[in-house]
């Protein structure tokens, strides 16, 4: 398959950074190529240079995964997946969070309306999220 994913996702603390590597990792056994910010940016040192890699990791992708946990989704998370919208890039978004507020199911509505297919588990949650991935893009599951 080996379609081009970009992994949106908040990545600012030791937890939030080893889940995203190693949902990154499933997915990528799964038969996605995946650009993981946290490790493509590893090394550069202004938020231009960064910038800049992202910006070339969201303009080659072919869909976005965003994780949107928390009671607030990540600002940076947020810019990518309305680049990604805006770009016609699907975006496929995650919430693992257990937090519910209104009719959104605790997503922000324009991240929730905007996003090509949701994704709400807790467990095998690479499986669910390749299944929603092959359902967006209509490719065939291995």
Same mark, same amino acid.
């Given at each position: 398959?080996?379609?081009?994913?970009?992994? $949106? +996702?908040? *990545?600012?603390?030791?937890?939030?950074?080893?889940?995203? $590597?190693?949902?990154?990792?499933?997915?990528?056994?799964? /038969?996605?190529?995946?650009?993981?910010?946290?490790?493509? &940016? %590893?090394?550069?040192?202004?938020?231009?240079?960064?910038?800049?890699?992202?910006?070339?990791?969201?303009?080659?992708?072919?869909?976005?995964?965003?994780? *949107?946990? /928390?009671?607030? $989704?990540?600002?940076?998370?947020?810019?990518? &997946?309305?680049?990604?919208?805006?770009?016609?890039?699907?975006?496929? +978004?995650?919430?693992?969070?257990?937090?519910?507020?209104?009719?959104?199911?605790?997503?922000?509505?324009?991240? *929730?309306?905007? %996003?090509?297919?949701?994704?709400? %588990?807790?467990?095998?949650?690479?499986?669910?999220?390749?299944?929603? *991935?092959?359902?967006?893009? +209509?490719?065939?599951?291995?």
């Amino acid at each position: 398959m080996s379609t081009r994913l970009y992994f $949106a +996702a908040p *990545l600012f603390t030791a937890a939030e950074q080893a889940f995203n $590597a190693q949902l990154a990792q499933q997915l990528d056994q799964l /038969g996605w190529r995946v650009f993981l910010p946290q490790v493509r &940016c %590893a090394g550069l040192t202004t938020s231009q240079a960064i910038y800049g890699r992202c910006l070339e990791g969201l303009t080659q992708a072919e869909v976005v995964v965003a994780i *949107l946990d /928390g009671a607030d $989704a990540d600002s940076g998370t947020c810019w990518e &997946c309305g680049y990604a919208v805006g770009q016609n890039i699907p975006v496929v +978004a995650v919430r693992t969070d257990f937090r519910q507020s209104g009719d959104t199911r605790g997503f922000n509505a324009m991240l *929730l309306h905007s %996003a090509a297919a949701t994704v709400e %588990a807790k467990t095998h949650l690479a499986t669910h999220i390749h299944e929603a *991935l092959c359902s967006v893009l +209509a490719l065939s599951k291995p």
